[in-house]
C-alpha cells in the first residue's frame, strides 16, 4: 500500500489551461455562492444567543461605540462585529446583515485558499480542496454561523500567500526597490496582526512562521537565510498590530473568562494529571473520521469533520506526507515539494491543537485553523491516483462521485435533516424568534411586553428577542415564570415562551383570573406551547398581589435600584422552604445581579441558601412589580424559626453586596426577615 502512494513513481502533474482553470473556479465559486444564499433567512432556523450577542454588539458600533474587546458573555475579539456594523448601517440591525457578513468572509476563504493551494502544490489539488470547501458540511455551516469565527481564516491565509511569496525574492534590497521588497512583508504583518482581532485559536496559528522557518533552517539553509529576516518583520509588525490587544487584555485580566477555561488539561497535565488531556487528545483525534463535535447547534450530532470516504482519502493523503519529506532539497529551489508538505503538516496540526486540548465539544468552531487543510489531502491522494498511468478516467468518474455525493449530503444533512431536529431548534431558539416575530407581524396593543423565558439572561434569551423584534419603542421585560414575575403599571401583554407562568396561580386563583389569553396563534413544535396572555387591569393585579405577601414596617431601598415591598415565607414538605419576596423597581442595573436570601447558622454563616435572580437588572423598568420565589433545603437539626433569615443583593462578577438603607440611613448589606414558623 505505501508503494502504491509513493509520489516519486509519478509523472509530474499535467498542466491545466488557464482558460479551464478560471472556468472551473468559477463554477466552483458560484456552486459555494448558491448554497450559502440558499434559504439564507430561514437555515439555521432562529438564532444561537451568541449570534444575537454579535448582533446587538454590531449595533452598538453603529450608535457610536468603539470598543477595544467585546466583554459580553465569555469575552471575544471585535472584528467581526465592525464589519457587521457596516453591513448593519444600511440594512438595519437584523441577523440576516449578520449572517451576510459570515458569507462574505467565506467567499473570502475559498478564494484566499485556491490561490495559496496552488502556490503550494498544483492547479488540480488547489481546485479539488476548493470543491471540498464549497460542498463540504463543515465550511457551510460556518459559513452561515452569524459568528466571529469565519473571519480568522482568510487573514492567515493571505499572510501566509504573501510570506510565501517572499520565497520567490532572490535579489537583495537597495535604495530603489526597498519598498517593493520590505512592502508585502509590511502587509504579510497587519494581515498576520489582524488575526488576533478575529478569533482565539489566532494565538496559535501565528506559530506557523517561525516552525516553518525552523524546518528550513534543519533542511534547506538557502531558503532560511533567505527567508528569516522576511519572517522576522512579518512577526515584529504582527506583534505590533496586536498590542492594543494584548495591552487592554494585560490591564482587564477578568475580560476573558474562556481562556481559563480552555487551558484547564493544560495546568492540570502540569500539576501532574495527564488523563484529561491524553483523553482529549484521543477524542480530538476521533472528530477528524469517526466522532464529532456533540453540540447540535453547530453540529448534526457527533457527525465528524469529514464523510467516511474523504476520511479515508485524509488518511491516504497524510501518509503521502514521509515520502515528500524524505525527497533531498535542491538548494537553488525556492519552495520545494517538501516544503509545502512540511508546511501543510505544521498548519494542520496547529490548527488542530485546541481541539487536542479542549476535546470535542465545540470542535467546529474551536478548530476552524485547519479546516482548509483539512480538505487538502484528499485533494492530494485524488491527485497523485489522477497522475498514475491509466488511471486518468477511474480518477475523474472518483472525483465526480465523491464531490458530487458530498454535495448532495451536505444538501440533505443542513437543509432538512439538521434544520428540522428538535435539538437545532431548541440551540437555536425557534419558539422565541417565531413568536416574535408573529409580535412584528401583529403589532401588540400594548407597548408594554413581559417575556417569559427559559433563560432570560442579557446574553442569552434576551439579546435573541432583541435582535428580532423590529418595534424599538416596546418596552420588553425578560424573566423565568417559573421562579419570577413581573408586573408593570401600564397594561401589557405576556408572551410565555414554553415556561408555563408556573408562578402566577402559586397560591391565589384571583391572580390568574386575571389575565386572559391574547389570540395570537404562534407556529411552535414544543411540549409546551407559545401563549399570550393579556393584563388589561395591572393595577387591580397588583393589589391582588399585595394581599399575598407581609408588608415591610420601613422602607428598605438596595441600592438605588430596588425597594423590598415585603414576603411571605412558608415550611414545604420534604424539608424545604419556600420564600416570595416582592420588590418596588427604581431603575435598571447593567451589572449581573443576584439575589441572595440566606438562613444563617449559630455563628453567623449560611446553612441553608437560595442565590437566583430569574428577571434580569439590565432589563428592569422603573414602576414595575417583581416577585421572585426561592426554595431553600432546611437543615433538619434546627427548627424552621430559630435561624435568622437575610436577602441583600450582589455583583454577580465582582462578589461586591449592594448597600442598604432603611428610611434613607445606611443599614449594612442585608435585611433580616421574620423567620416562618411550623404553624404558619
Known sequence: ?????????????????????????????LSAVFLRFFLLADVPPGLTHDEADHGLSAWEVVQGERPLYFTVGYGREPLYDYVTALVM??????????????????????????????????????LLTLAGLSFGFWPLVISRQALRTITLLPFFILAVYVWLRQADRVDEPSIGTIFSIWGPSLLAGMLLGGTFYTYLPARLMWLLLPTVLSWWFLTNRPMFWRMWHHTFLILGSACLVGTPLFVYLWQNPTAEVRVGQLTGPLEAAQAGDYSQLVENIFAGFRTLVLRGDSAWRYNYGERPFLLPFFGALFVFGMLIT???????????????????YALLFFWFMLGLAPVLITGPYLSMTRAIGMMPVLFVYPAIFLDYVWRRPGSHTYALTAVICLYGYMAADTAQIYFIDWANTPEV?????????????????????????????????????QPVGLMTLQDATLKTRWLNGTQAMIVPSEPHLIADIDTGLTLIPFAEPAVADLITPYDLIVDSAPAAPVQFYQVTEPDLWREVFSELYRPMSESYQFGEAISLLGYTSKPLEGGYVELLTFWGINRPVEADTVLFTQFLGPEGTPVAQSDRLDAPSNAWISGDMLIQAHRMPFPQEFQIDQLPLVVGFYDQRTGQRWPVTVDGALAGDFVYLQQPTAEE
Open 1 to 29: 500500500m505505501l508503494s502504491f502512494i509513493d509520489p516519486e513513481t509519478l509523472p509530474p502533474p499535467p498542466q491545466i489551461s488557464r482558460r479551464a482553470e478560471r472556468g472551473w473556479v468559477l463554477i466552483l465559486l
Open 425 to 461: 431548534r431548541l440551540h437555536h431558539e425557534y419558539d422565541l424568534v417565531t413568536a416574535v416575530g408573529q409580535l412584528n407581524q401583529q403589532p401588540p396593543p400594548y407597548q408594554d411586553i413581559v417575556f417569559s423565558v427559559n433563560e432570560p439572561g442579557r446574553y442569552h434569551d
Open 322 to 340: 514521509p515520502f515528500a519529506l524524505r525527497k533531498p532539497t535542491a538548494e537553488d529551489s525556492r519552495l520545494s515539494e517538501k516544503d509545502s
Open 89 to 126: 448601517a444600511p440594512l438595519g440591525p437584523t441577523f440576516f446583515a449578520q449572517r451576510i457578513t459570515s458569507v462574505f468572509f467565506s467567499l473570502l476563504t475559498l478564494a484566499a485558499t485556491y490561490v495559496l493551494i496552488r502556490r503550494l502544490t498544483n492547479v488540480r489539488v488547489a
